[in-house]
């Protein structure tokens, strides 16, 4: 499988996003999907990551209440909703691909298959 990340761009604080994470070669249907960011020079951290039925998602506490992830399985598609974003929130974003795992994981190590990363940029 191969993934294309977008829906980057520049945007104001308070403002939102979509970021699309787009997938090749296989069905998305197959996998758990998550979603990581790094901005700069900080590590690569967890956001959010979505079941392959898209009935359980998990996020990491910072962005709970403003990001939300779904997917279209019918388009191979999974998304990630941002919205009230803070300037902290500036990073590259990844979406990455878990096919063994019965669950969504926080732990990137799980996730073998990743983009190329689309950058977010949120002026103060």
């Known amino acids: 499988v191969q993934l294309q990340a977008s829906g980057g761009g520049l945007v104001q604080a308070g403002g939102s996003l979509r970021l699309s994470c787009v997938a090749s070669?296989?069905?998305?249907?197959?996998?758990?999907v998550g979603w990581f960011r790094q901005a700069p020079g900080k590590e690569r951290e967890f956001i959010a990551t979505i079941s392959r039925g898209g009935g359980s998602t998990d996020y990491v506490d910072f962005v709970k209440g403003r990001f939300t992830i779904s997917r279209k399985n019918a388009e191979n598609t999974v998304y990630l909703q941002m919205s009230t974003l803070e300037p902290e929130d500036t990073a590259v974003y990844y979406c990455?691909?878990?096919?063994?795992?019965?669950?969504?994981?926080?732990?990137?190590?799980?996730?073998?298959?990743w983009g190329q990363g689309t950058l977010v940029t949120v002026s103060s």
């Open positions: 070669g296989d069905a998305i249907r197959n996998y758990i």
């Open positions: 990455a691909v878990d096919r063994f795992s019965r669950t969504g994981s926080s732990t990137q190590i799980d996730y073998r298959t």
